[in-house]
């Protein structure tokens, strides 16, 4: 499935294509353990309006959502069912929001410091860059997760070094880091390249990207990808820097094609009436509520009510304005 998505640059649910994904992906949305789902707009680069933040927090509030910021500079939103994400995402996309694709094996967040801009110590803006890499490589497919982290200095307060894609300003320019991951198997970057300007930092990430996406395994990271591949870090570095395999054209070529025809998921399926058919608990009662569904209040925030808490009599919290119930 990731394979494929990667290759062909169609929405997930277009024809055939949607048959090959999976809970997540057919659905455009986390499943939760009590079988309802997340959702997470993109904040690029974790970079948030006042007005963006009202927006967010009055869906939640309508919807009765916990809401949750997460270490992706992200602000996640648990509780919604089937049937209420078409009308949450209405809300989002019309607001300016767009998918962050939690649920797809594509980039999932950049994080960033606040760099030069408000720190004293920062040497580069770190935040824009952050925000600039984010809607480069949006939506691009690729064999498991990407992760990118910004930092506006050696300090490293974005922790870039334990990401897929990691930048670090220095007074000469940005060093590029590749291959960390948290996980099973936690693995710090390492240094790809030294003093980078702006072009030259795009560029060397186009071309490692695609390259990663047309080579690596299904659901293999870039950690285990670069370890794997034969010359390791060297022959990578000859095949960005130095077009050792003749191909730096046609990836740069692909990326720029990726970029060009960018369109946001949830977007497009709220203008589809065939993909939104999808989006119903009970296909006999489409606007029915699960219900299974139990809260309790935790934190002044709905939870998952336990298997003790829903025989033993607690004030359960259900349905999108949070009616109590006894």
């Not at 309006?49 to 967010?56: D, F, N, Q, R, Y």
């Not at 291959?179 to 980078?196: C, D, K, Q, S, Y």
């Not at 989006?279 to 006999?284: A, E, G, L």
């Not at 009662?285 to 298997?307: H, I, K, N």
Request: net charge negative; proline share 3%; glycine share 12%.
């Amino acid at each position: 499935m990731c394979i494929s998505a990667s290759l062909y640059s169609e929405h997930v649910l277009d024809g055939e294509l949607a048959t090959m994904q999976d809970t997540n992906d057919h659905v455009m949305a986390n499943i939760q353990r009590d079988g309802t789902y997340s959702v997470v707009p993109r904040i690029a680069g974790g970079e948030i309006t006042p007005e963006g933040l009202v927006v967010i927090g009055e869906v939640a509030r309508d919807f009765g959502l916990y809401t949750k910021i997460t270490g992706g500079q992200r602000i996640d939103m648990f509780g919604a069912r089937l049937e209420q994400l078409p009308d949450i995402w209405r809300r989002l996309v019309d607001a300016g929001f767009e998918s962050g694709q939690a649920y797809g094996k594509s980039l999932r967040t950049v994080k960033s410091c606040v760099g030069q801009t408000w720190c004293r110590y920062g040497v580069q803006d770190s935040v824009g860059m952050a925000v600039q890499l984010e809607l480069r490589y949006r939506g691009l497919r690729s064999p498991h997760k990407l992760k990118f982290g910004v930092s506006g200095c050696a300090r490293e307060c974005a922790e870039a070094r334990g990401k897929d894609i990691g930048v670090i300003a220095t007074e000469a320019g940005w060093n590029l880091y590749v291959g960390g991951n948290g996980g099973f198997t936690p693995r710090h970057a390492v240094l790809f390249a030294e003093g980078l300007d702006d072009d030259g930092l795009l560029r060397a990430i186009d071309r490692f990207l695609m390259f990663y996406i047309r080579t690596a395994d299904r659901l293999q990271r870039t950690a285990p990808w670069m370890q794997d591949y034969e010359g390791g870090l060297e022959a990578l570095k000859g095949v960005v820097f130095d077009d050792t395999l003749g191909i730096a054209e046609d990836l740069d070529r692909a990326m720029a094609a990726h970029i060009d025809n960018y369109e946001d998921e949830w977007a497009a399926t709220l203008a589809d009436p065939e993909k939104l058919k999808r989006f119903q608990s009970f296909v006999n009662a489409p606007d029915t509520a699960d219900p299974t569904l139990a809260y309790v209040s935790e934190r002044g925030q709905p939870r998952p009510a336990t298997a003790e808490e829903r025989t033993s009599g607690a004030v359960f919290i259900g349905g999108t304005t949070l009616a109590v119930r006894s």
